[in-house]
C-alpha cells in the first residue's frame, strides 16, 4: 500500500483511462458501422468500474469539479451518444450533443447486492452449491483414506470452483492447479534442503510471496507453483527435522483428491446451471427495465429514476458476464439464444442512453413505446 503516497489517485485514474480507451474504440467502431456488442459490452462494464472507483475513492463529494470527474463525464456522453446513435442512425457527433450532465451513483450497496444473489438461479448461489459439495466429497475422502491433511483437499476444490459457471475455464484451472502443485512440491524439496532460518527465512518467503502476487492473476499455475512451498513452508514443514518425503506425498495426494472432486462437481452438479443464470440475468434486465420505465412515467429521469438507473446498469453488466459464461461452456446452445439476449442488452442501453439526452428534471418521452418494445420479453 506505500504506493498511496507517492501517487494516491492511482487506482481510480487508472480505471478511468480504460473507460476511456474502451469507450474511444467503441465510439470508432460506431462511426465506421463496425459496432458489435462484445465491444459496447466491454466499454459499459469499464465505464462502470471506473465510476464505482471514483465513487470509492470519495472523489464526487471531495472534489466534484477534479479533471478526473470531467474526463469520465465526457467519456460517458460519448459512451450514450454512440449507443444511441446505433438506435437513431444519426452520426455519433449528433448523437453526442446531450444536454444533461451530472455525477452517476455508484454501484448497488450491499444489500441489493446480497439479496439478489439469493435468488436460487443465481450465479452466487449456483457456485456455492457446487463448491459445498465439492469440499464435502474431497474432505470425506480424504478422511476416510486416512490421509492427514483433509484441508488440503478442500481447500484445492475451492479454488478449482470458486469463480464460477465457466467449465472450460474451471477445468483449465484445474489442471493449472495440478501442474503447479507437482513443480512447487519440487521447488519445495529443494528448499527445504537449504534449510534456512531467522532472518533468511523471512527473506525466502517474501520472495515467493511476491513471485505468487506478480503471477496469480495471469499465470495461475506458475503462482501455484510458488504458492505450493509457501503453504508448506508457513504449515511448519521447515523444520529441519521434518521429512520432506511424507509431505510431499500428502499434499500431492490431497491435491489429486481436490481437483478431480471438484472437476466431477463442475461437470456433474447442477450440469445446466449456466442456462439457469443466462435466463434468469436477461430476466433481471427486463423486470428492472420495466420497473424503471414505470417510475419515468411518472418522474424526471433525475429524481427517483437514478437508482432504478443505476441499477439496470449493473444488471445489464451482470448479463454480459453471464452471456460469456454460457458461450464458453455451451457455445451451441448459446447460439440458439443469443438473438433475444442481444436484443435484450441493446434495448437497456438504448433506454439508458435516452435517458442521457433528457435535459436536468426533464421527462423522458415516449415511455409506452418504450414498454411495448419491451413487452415481447415479459415473461
Known amino acids: 500500500m506505500a504506493g498511496v503516497v507517492r501517487d494516491p489517485r492511482k487506482p481510480e485514474r487508472t480505471a478511468v483511462l480504460r473507460a476511456v480507451e474502451l469507450i474511444d474504440a467503441y465510439v470508432e467502431s460506431v462511426a ?13 462494464a469499464a ?42 442512425g444519426d452520426s455519433v457527433e449528433t448523437a453526442m450533443m446531450l444536454r444533461y450532465n451530472y455525477i452517476p451513483f455508484g454501484p448497488p450497496d450491499i444489500g441489493y447486492r446480497l439479496r439478489r444473489s439469493l435468488a436460487p438461479d443465481s450465479h452466487a448461489v449456483s457456485t456455492a452449491v457446487r463448491v459445498g459439495i465439492a469440499c464435502a466429497l474431497g474432505g470425506g475422502i480424504s478422511i476416510a483414506v486416512g490421509l492427514d491433511r483433509p484441508d488440503w483437499a478442500i481447500i484445492s476444490a475451492v479454488l478449482v470452483l470458486h469463480q464460477g459457471l465457466d467449465r472450460v475455464q474451471g477445468t483449465a484451472r484445474g489442471f493449472h492447479r495440478f501442474a503447479g502443485t507437482v513443480i512447487g512440491l519440487g521447488l519445495f524439496a529443494a528448499l527445504h534442503q537449504l534449510a534456512l532460518t531467522g532472518y533468511a527465512f523471512v527473506a525466502l518467503l517474501m520472495v515467493l510471496q511476491f513471485s505468487i502476487e506478480l503471477l496469480v492473476v495471469n499465470r495461475y499455475w506458475l503462482a501455484v507453483v510458488f504458492i505450493t512451498p509457501v503453504a508448506l513452508l508457513v504449515g511448519g514443514a521447515s523444520h529441519p527435522d521434518a521429512h520432506v518425503g511424507p509431505i510431499v506425498l500428502d499434499r500431492l495426494v490431497e491435491t489429486v483428491v481436490g481437483v478431480v472432486v471438484a472437476l466431477v462437481a463442475m461437470w456433474a452438479v447442477l450440469r445446466h446451471a449456466h442456462r439457469a443464470t ?10 428492472t427495465a420495466t420497473a424503471l420505465l414505470d417510475t419515468l412515467a411518472v418522474a424526471s429521469v433525475d429524481g427517483s429514476a437514478l437508482a432504478q438507473r443505476r441499477d439496470l446498469q449493473y444488471e445489464l453488466i451482470e448479463s454480459a458476464k453471464s452471456g460469456a459464461d454460457v ?53
Request: net charge negative.
Open 327 to 379: 458461450v464458453r461452456t455451451e457455445g451451441g446452445w448459446a447460439q440458439q439464444h443469443w438473438r433475444e439476449h442481444s436484443a435484450i442488452q441493446g434495448l437497456g442501453y438504448e433506454l439508458l442512453a435516452d435517458c442521457w439526452t433528457v435535459p436536468a428534471g426533464g421527462k423522458l418521452a415516449g415511455v409506452d413505446l418504450w414498454k411495448e418494445r419491451f413487452q415481447p420479453f415479459v415473461a
Open 32 to 44: 465506421a458501422n463496425r459496432g458489435d456488442d462484445e465491444g459496447r459490452s466491454a466499454a459499459a
Open 47 to 88: 465505464l462502470w468500474n471506473a465510476w464505482a472507483m471514483v465513487h470509492a475513492a470519495g472523489l464526487p463529494t471531495r472534489d466534484p469539479e477534479s479533471e478526473l470527474l470531467a474526463t469520465l463525464q465526457r467519456a460517458h456522453r460519448a459512451f450514450a451518444g454512440a449507443v444511441g446513435s446505433v438506435r437513431s
Open 278 to 287: 443466462f435466463e434468469w440475468t436477461d430476466r433481471r434486465v427486463v423486470d
